[in-house]
């Protein structure tokens, strides 16, 4: 008995809940009801659309590319991040991406109660859709960007060094493919950055991350 006790509190100990990811999840929630308030009218402005024509007029040769990258956003990516985290006895992190999973799939239907929003290939004239990306369907929030921007956040805290940046590389590698492919506007990546931050920073107060001198499995 008082090995077990011994043993929760050395876990305890290795742990921290970081004020930064209070403020990230209340920055990203301010930044997602910006973009809501500006998307709820269904519109693209002039000034969106000019932003999303300069990713979505880049060469048609970069297809191949933003089509792979984007399947970093596909659902099974946060089971599979989880699997592999339990492989690595990494058994908080796996609980962190099996919570990031879920809760996108709830919020963001919360979210089109109050956004309704076309994509790209029916409100945005000469929108260039790539990919087999499908041009119906509701566009705000991208639910892509929503999971790799949340996994990423609470994968960061287990890297180290130089590395800890992988995560977030990849997830702005997945917004840009979104917009690449004509599958999302801009508000719409930029609110499912800001819902997925405000995601993974809740996850990472409710689990715990490791604190940066600990390199134990926690």
């Excluded at 000019?50 to 933003?66: E, H, I, K, Q, S």
């Excluded at 997830?171 to 004509?182: D, F, I, N, P, S």
Aim: one cysteine or more; a positive charge.
């Amino acid at each position: 008995m008082a090995a077990t006790t011994q043993e929760t509190a050395r876990v305890a100990a290795a742990l921290e809940r970081r004020i930064a990811d209070g403020s990230a999840a209340l920055a990203g929630l301010c930044v997602l009801c910006a973009c809501g308030l500006i998307a709820r009218d269904g519109d693209v402005g002039p000034l969106e659309a000019g932003a999303f024509r300069l990713v979505n007029d880049l060469p048609d040769a970069l297809t191949p590319v933003m089509s792979g990258a984007q399947f970093l956003g596909v659902l099974a990516v946060g089971p599979a991040v989880a699997v592999g985290s339990l492989a690595l006895r990494r058994y908080r992190l796996a609980l962190a991406a099996v919570c990031v999973t879920a809760i996108k799939l709830v919020s963001e239907r919360v979210v089109w109660e109050f956004v309704v929003r076309s994509r790209p290939g029916t409100s945005i004239v000469d929108a260039v859709v790539r990919g087999g990306t499908p041009v119906g369907g509701q566009s705000f929030v991208s639910g892509h960007v929503v999971l790799s921007t949340g996994l990423a956040w609470v994968v960061a805290p287990y890297l180290h060094g130089r590395w800890r940046l992988i995560p977030a590389v990849l997830a702005a590698l997945v917004a840009v493919a979104r917009l690449y492919l004509g599958a999302h506007a801009p508000l719409d990546v930029l609110g499912g950055i800001g819902l997925g931050v405000a995601i993974g920073g809740a996850v990472n107060l409710l689990v715990g991350v490791p604190r940066r001198s600990e390199d134990a499995p926690s």
